[in-house]
C-alpha cells in the first residue's frame, strides 16, 4: 500500500473504499473548520493555558481592527498553575490588546474553568479607540486528561440590537413622558372627568373624580357610571345620547358624594382611536352644587322682588285710584265754592268792602286747596313713574313773561318788587312748557312769601357749560342756615314755617326738584343768613335755529264782551251736579248773545244735542248712564252733531285723564274748579270754531 499525505500531515494509505471515505470525511470536517474559524459574523479568540493567543479569526479582526498576526503568540508569560491567574491575564490580555472588560468577566472565567459555560455583554476597546458592544461566551478548553489548556472566547456584533434597544429605551421614555403629561394635565383640570366605554363602564378617572365621589381610582374603573347617581337612568341616557347622536350633549344630574348629594353639570362627549373608531365617552363633571344653591336663592329673591313689585304696582294703582277720586269728588265741589266766588268778586254792583275781603278770603282758601291737591297729585305720578312730559323747544323770555304775568299780582299783594333782568343774547331751552312755568312759578312765590317786608326778587338767565341755560332767583329774605337746606328738597318739611303765617305744603320744592330731573336740569339752592337766598334751575338749552316759526307765536286772546247785534248762540250744558250747573248757568247769564240748554245725563244730552243742534257743547265726563266719552263717540258718529265743538269740563284732572280726553276728539279739556277767564275765552274760541265750520258747510251746500 502506498501512502499519501496532504498539507496538514495525515497519511492515508489508498486502496481501500474505507480509506477513502475516511479521507473525505476529514477533508469536510477540515473545511468546515476553516469556515467556521474564518467566518466574519462573529469573533473567535482563543489562548492557552498560559493565555497566549493561538487562534484570531477573520471576526475577530473585523470587528476589533487587529490582524490576526498583531496578536498570535505574542504573549508568553510564565507558567500559570493557579486558575485566578487565568483571570489576570484575560485582564492583562484585554489590556494589550483592546478588550475593556465589563464588570463580571472574572466571574465568567471563573465559571468556565469550573465547566460552566455563560454568556456577558462585553465592550471591547478596538484598535482604532472607538467601542464595540458585544455579548461574548468563554469555554474552557480542555484535553484528554480533562485538563485546561486554553480558552475559547465566541463574541457577535451586539451593536444593531443595543442600538434597537436604545431607540426602544428612548421610546419607551417617550411615551412614559406622554403619560405622564397627559395624567399631569388631566389631573390640573379643575372638573371630575371620567371616561367610559360604550357601555358605560368607567375605564378611567382623575383625581377629581375621586374626590367628589369619595372612592378611589382602583374602586371606580370597572363600575357602572350610573351607579352614581340618584337618577341612573338619566345618566345612562346621557351615555347613551352621546354615542347614537356623536356630539357633545349636557345634562345636570345629581351626584351621590362624598359630602352628600351634589349637583354636578355634565358634559360628554364621544371619543375615538387613532383609527377613528369610537371607544367610550369623556364626561367632564362639575359640581354646581353652590351655584344651584345660589340659583334657587336668586330665583326665590326675583319671585319675592317680583312679588314686592307687584304689590307696590298694586298699591301704586290703589293710591292713583284713591288720589284720582279724591280729587274728583274735591274738585266738584271746589268748583262751585270758588266759581260763585268768582262771580261775586267780579259781579255787578260790585262787592262792598266786607264782602269783597269775605270774597277774597274765601277764593285765597279755595285756590290754595287747589293747588294742595295739584301738587300731591304731581307728586303722586312722580314717585308711581307716570308722569308724562312733551319736551320742546322755547324761548325763554317767553316764558318768563307769561310767568311774571302770572307772579305780579301776588307780588303787589305782599309789596314785594320782582325784577326781571333781560339776558343779553336771547336764550332758548327745551322743556315741557307746562312744566317749566309751574317749577318758576313755584319759586317765584316762594321767593315772595318767605322775603321781608318791601323786600325784592331778582329774576336773572345766563348760558353756562356744555349747552346748559341756568336761571337764578335771587331773594332778600331771611336766609337759610346749612342744616335748613340740607333739608330743602325734603317733602312736608317747611323748615320751621309751620308756625307762620304763610300758607304751604312742605312739597311744591319737592315737585320742582322731580320735574326739573325729569327733563334733565339739576336744581340748587345756597343761602346766608340775614342776607337772603339764590335758587337756580339748570334746563337743557338748544339754538335758535331749533325754534319753529309758529313757536314765537301767541295764541290771540279773545274778548269776553259781547259785540252788540251779534247773533244768539246755543250752549247745552250737559251736568249731573246742580250747584256746578248753577255756576255755568250764572256766568253765561253774563253773555245776552248765548241761550243756554241742559241735560242730566249723557243719554238724554245726546238727543237734546240731535234735536236742538246747539252751536257748542259743554260735556261732564263722569254722567250717569252713559259717560262723557261715550256721549261724545255717539255725537261725533252722527252726520247731525258731528261739527259741534264739545268742551269737556270735568273734575277728572288727572293727566292721562286730559290726554284721553283730547284724544277722544274733545275740543277742548277744562278741569275743575274752572277759572272764569280761562272758561270763557275757551267758550269764545268754542263758538268761533261753530261759526267757521257753519260758513264752510253753508259754502258747500250753496256751491254748483
Same mark, same amino acid.
Given at each position: 500500500?502506498?501512502?499519501?499525505?496532504?498539507?496538514?500531515?495525515?497519511?492515508?494509505?489508498?486502496?481501500?473504499?474505507?480509506?477513502?471515505?475516511?479521507?473525505?470525511?476529514?477533508?469536510?470536517?477540515?473545511?468546515?473548520?476553516?469556515?467556521?474559524?474564518?467566518?466574519?459574523?462573529?469573533?473567535?479568540?482563543?489562548?492557552?493555558?498560559?493565555?497566549?493567543?493561538?487562534?484570531?479569526?477573520?471576526?475577530?479582526?473585523?470587528?476589533?481592527?487587529?490582524?490576526?498576526?498583531?496578536?498570535?503568540?505574542?504573549?508568553?508569560?510564565?507558567?500559570?498553575?493557579?486558575?485566578?491567574?487565568?483571570?489576570?491575564?484575560?485582564?492583562?490580555?484585554?489590556?494589550?490588546?483592546?478588550?475593556?472588560?465589563?464588570?463580571?468577566?472574572?466571574?465568567?472565567?471563573?465559571?468556565?474553568?469550573?465547566?460552566?459555560?455563560?454568556?456577558?455583554?462585553?465592550?471591547?476597546?478596538?484598535?482604532?479607540?472607538?467601542?464595540?458592544?458585544?455579548?461574548?461566551?468563554?469555554?474552557?478548553?480542555?484535553?484528554?486528561?480533562?485538563?485546561?489548556?486554553?480558552?475559547?472566547?465566541?463574541?457577535?456584533?451586539?451593536?444593531?440590537?443595543?442600538?434597537?434597544?436604545?431607540?426602544?429605551?428612548?421610546?419607551?421614555?417617550?411615551?412614559?413622558?406622554?403619560?405622564?403629561?397627559?395624567?399631569?394635565?388631566?389631573?390640573?383640570?379643575?372638573?371630575?372627568?371620567?371616561?367610559?366605554?360604550?357601555?358605560?363602564?368607567?375605564?378611567?378617572?382623575?383625581?377629581?373624580?375621586?374626590?367628589?365621589?369619595?372612592?378611589t381610582r382602583d374602586e371606580l374603573i370597572g363600575t357602572p357610571f350610573r351607579g352614581y347617581f340618584t337618577e341612573p337612568l338619566?345618566?345612562?341616557?346621557?351615555?347613551?345620547?352621546?354615542?347614537?347622536?356623536?356630539?357633545?350633549?349636557?345634562?345636570?344630574?345629581?351626584?351621590?358624594?362624598?359630602?352628600?348629594?351634589?349637583?354636578?353639570?355634565?358634559?360628554?362627549?364621544?371619543?375615538?382611536?387613532?383609527?377613528?373608531?369610537?371607544?367610550?365617552?369623556?364626561?367632564?363633571?362639575?359640581?354646581?352644587?353652590?351655584?344651584?344653591?345660589?340659583?334657587?336663592?336668586?330665583?326665590?329673591?326675583?319671585?319675592?322682588?317680583?312679588?314686592?313689585?307687584?304689590?307696590?304696582?298694586?298699591?301704586?294703582?290703589?293710591?292713583?285710584?284713591?288720589?284720582?277720586?279724591?280729587?274728583?269728588?274735591?274738585?266738584?265741589?271746589?268748583?262751585?265754592?270758588?266759581?260763585?266766588?268768582?262771580?261775586?268778586?267780579?259781579?255787578?254792583?260790585?262787592?262792598?268792602?266786607?264782602?269783597?275781603?269775605?270774597?277774597?278770603?274765601?277764593? *285765597? $282758601? =279755595?285756590?290754595?286747596?287747589?293747588?294742595? &291737591?295739584?301738587? @300731591?297729585?304731581?307728586?303722586? #305720578?312722580? /314717585?308711581?313713574?307716570?308722569?308724562?312730559?312733551?319736551?320742546?323747544?322755547?324761548?325763554?323770555?317767553?316764558?318768563?313773561?307769561?310767568?311774571?304775568?302770572?307772579?305780579?299780582?301776588?307780588?303787589?299783594?305782599?309789596?314785594?318788587?320782582?325784577?326781571?333782568?333781560?339776558?343779553?343774547?336771547?336764550?332758548?331751552?327745551?322743556?315741557?312748557?307746562?312744566?317749566?312755568?309751574?317749577?318758576?312759578?313755584?319759586?317765584?312765590?316762594?321767593?315772595?312769601?318767605?322775603?321781608?317786608?318791601?323786600?325784592?326778587?331778582?329774576?336773572?338767565?345766563?348760558?353756562?357749560?356744555a349747552g346748559r341755560v341756568r336761571m337764578s332767583f335771587e331773594d332778600t329774605g331771611e336766609g337759610l342756615a346749612p342744616t335748613?337746606?340740607?333739608?330743602?328738597?325734603?317733602?312736608?318739611?317747611?323748615?320751621?314755617? *309751620? $308756625? =307762620?303765617?304763610?300758607?304751604?305744603?312742605? &312739597?311744591?320744592? @319737592?315737585?320742582?326738584?322731580? #320735574?326739573? /330731573?325729569?327733563?334733565?336740569?339739576?336744581?340748587?339752592?345756597?343761602?346766608?343768613?340775614?342776607?337772603?337766598?339764590?335758587?337756580?334751575?339748570?334746563?337743557?338749552?338748544v339754538d335758535a335755529a331749533e325754534m319753529s316759526p309758529a313757536a314765537n307765536l301767541t295764541a290771540p286772546i279773545l274778548s269776553?264782551?259781547?259785540?252788540?247785534?251779534?247773533?244768539?248762540?246755543?250752549?247745552?250744558?250737559?251736568?249731573?251736579?246742580?250747584?256746578?250747573?248753577?255756576?255755568?248757568?250764572?256766568?253765561?247769564?253774563?253773555?245776552?248773545?248765548?241761550?243756554?240748554?241742559?241735560?242730566?245725563?249723557?243719554?238724554?244730552?245726546?238727543?237734546?244735542?240731535?234735536?236742538?243742534?246747539?252751536?257748542?257743547?259743554?260735556?261732564?265726563?263722569?254722567?250717569?248712564?252713559?259717560?262723557?266719552?261715550?256721549?261724545?263717540?255717539?255725537?261725533?258718529?252722527?252726520?247731525?252733531?258731528?261739527?259741534?265743538?264739545?268742551?269737556?269740563?270735568?273734575?277728572?284732572?288727572?293727566?292721562?285723564?286730559?290726554?284721553?280726553?283730547?284724544?277722544?276728539?274733545?275740543?277742548?279739556?277744562?278741569?275743575?274748579?274752572?277759572?272764569?277767564?280761562?272758561?270763557?275765552?275757551?267758550?269764545?274760541?268754542?263758538?268761533?270754531?261753530?261759526?267757521?265750520?257753519?260758513?264752510?258747510?253753508?259754502?258747500?251746500?250753496?256751491?254748483?
Amino acid at each position: 500500500m502506498t501512502s499519501t499525505g496532504n498539507d496538514d500531515g495525515i497519511t492515508i494509505e489508498p486502496g481501500s473504499a474505507h480509506e477513502a471515505r475516511h479521507l473525505t470525511t476529514l477533508l469536510k470536517a477540515d473545511a468546515l473548520q476553516s469556515a467556521i474559524f474564518n467566518s466574519a459574523n462573529f469573533s473567535l479568540i482563543a489562548a492557552d493555558d498560559r493565555g497566549v493567543i493561538q487562534i484570531f479569526n477573520v471576526g475577530a479582526e473585523r470587528m476589533l481592527g487587529y490582524a490576526a498576526d498583531d496578536v498570535l503568540n505574542r504573549i508568553t508569560p510564565a507558567d500559570i498553575s493557579d486558575p485566578h491567574e487565568i483571570i489576570v491575564r484575560a485582564q492583562a490580555l484585554s489590556a494589550e490588546f483592546g478588550m475593556t472588560i465589563a464588570p463580571g468577566f472574572e466571574a465568567l472565567v471563573f465559571k468556565a474553568s469550573r465547566g460552566i459555560e455563560d454568556m456577558y455583554e462585553l465592550t471591547y476597546l478596538c484598535k482604532d479607540g472607538s467601542r464595540l458592544p458585544a455579548v461574548v461566551s468563554v469555554t474552557a478548553l480542555r484535553g484528554i486528561d480533562d485538563a485546561i489548556i486554553g480558552y475559547l472566547l465566541i463574541g457577535t456584533d451586539n451593536t444593531a440590537r443595543k442600538l434597537v434597544e436604545a431607540d426602544r429605551e428612548r421610546l419607551d421614555q417617550r411615551l412614559r413622558d406622554q403619560q405622564f403629561y397627559t395624567r399631569s394635565l388631566i389631573e390640573s383640570i379643575v372638573d371630575a372627568l371620567v371616561t367610559t366605554d360604550p357601555a358605560g363602564i368607567i375605564s378611567d378617572v382623575n383625581e377629581e373624580t375621586e374626590a367628589l365621589t369619595g372612592r378611589t381610582r382602583d374602586e371606580l374603573i370597572g363600575t357602572p357610571f350610573r351607579g352614581y347617581f340618584t337618577e341612573p337612568l338619566r345618566a345612562q341616557e346621557c351615555i347613551e345620547r352621546v354615542l347614537s347622536e356623536k356630539k357633545v350633549v349636557n345634562y345636570e344630574l345629581t351626584a351621590v358624594s362624598a359630602r352628600g348629594r351634589a349637583v354636578v353639570s355634565l358634559n360628554a362627549t364621544p371619543f375615538y382611536d387613532r383609527d377613528r373608531l369610537l371607544k367610550g365617552v369623556i364626561i367632564a363633571a362639575r359640581d354646581v352644587t353652590e351655584r344651584a344653591r345660589l340659583d334657587e336663592a336668586l330665583r326665590l329673591a326675583h319671585s319675592e322682588l317680583q312679588a314686592a313689585k307687584d304689590e307696590a304696582e298694586r298699591a301704586n294703582r290703589a293710591k292713583s285710584d284713591f288720589l284720582s277720586g279724591m280729587s274728583h269728588e274735591l274738585r266738584s265741589p271746589l268748583n262751585a265754592i270758588l266759581g260763585f266766588a268768582q262771580l261775586m268778586d267780579s259781579g255787578r254792583p260790585k262787592p262792598t268792602p266786607e264782602q269783597k275781603d269775605s270774597v277774597d278770603q274765601i277764593l *285765597q $282758601a =279755595g285756590w290754595y286747596l287747589l293747588e294742595l &291737591i295739584n301738587e @300731591v297729585l304731581d307728586l303722586s #305720578l312722580i /314717585e308711581s313713574g307716570k308722569l308724562s312730559l312733551s319736551p320742546e323747544p322755547m324761548a325763554l323770555d317767553e316764558v318768563l313773561a307769561d310767568c311774571q304775568a302770572m307772579i305780579e299780582p301776588q307780588a303787589r299783594k305782599s309789596g314785594i318788587r320782582v325784577d326781571f333782568l333781560r339776558p343779553r343774547v336771547p336764550l332758548f331751552i327745551r322743556a315741557d312748557r307746562t312744566r317749566v312755568k309751574q317749577i318758576i312759578v313755584n319759586l317765584l312765590s316762594n321767593a315772595i312769601k318767605y322775603n321781608r317786608v318791601g323786600g325784592n326778587v331778582e329774576v336773572s338767565c345766563r348760558a353756562v357749560a356744555a349747552g346748559r341755560v341756568r336761571m337764578s332767583f335771587e331773594d332778600t329774605g331771611e336766609g337759610l342756615a346749612p342744616t335748613e337746606l340740607a333739608q330743602l328738597f325734603q317733602p312736608f318739611n317747611r323748615l320751621g314755617q *309751620q $308756625a =307762620g303765617v304763610e300758607e304751604g305744603t312742605g &312739597i311744591g320744592l @319737592v315737585v320742582s326738584k322731580q #320735574l326739573v /330731573e325729569l327733563m334733565g336740569g339739576t336744581i340748587g339752592a345756597r343761602s346766608t343768613v340775614g342776607v337772603g337766598s339764590v335758587f337756580w334751575i339748570e334746563l337743557n338749552g338748544v339754538d335758535a335755529a331749533e325754534m319753529s316759526p309758529a313757536a314765537n307765536l301767541t295764541a290771540p286772546i279773545l274778548s269776553s264782551d259781547t259785540t252788540p247785534g251779534a247773533p244768539m248762540r246755543t250752549v247745552l250744558c250737559v251736568e249731573d251736579n246742580p250747584a256746578n250747573m248753577m255756576l255755568v248757568a250764572r256766568l253765561l247769564e253774563r253773555r245776552p248773545d248765548i241761550s243756554l240748554i241742559s241735560a242730566k245725563d249723557g243719554r238724554s244730552g245726546v238727543e237734546l244735542a240731535q234735536s236742538a243742534r246747539p252751536d257748542v257743547i259743554l260735556m261732564d265726563i263722569n254722567l250717569p248712564g252713559i259717560g262723557g266719552l261715550t256721549a261724545l263717540s255717539i255725537l261725533a258718529g252722527d252726520a247731525t252733531t258731528a261739527q259741534i265743538p264739545v268742551i269737556a269740563v270735568s273734575a277728572n284732572a288727572m293727566p292721562r285723564d286730559i290726554e284721553r280726553g283730547l284724544e277722544a276728539g274733545f275740543f277742548r279739556y277744562l278741569t275743575k274748579p274752572i277759572r272764569v277767564d280761562e272758561f270763557l275765552e275757551t267758550l269764545d274760541l268754542a263758538l268761533e270754531a261753530a261759526a267757521g265750520r257753519a260758513d264752510l258747510s253753508h259754502d258747500l251746500e250753496t256751491s254748483p
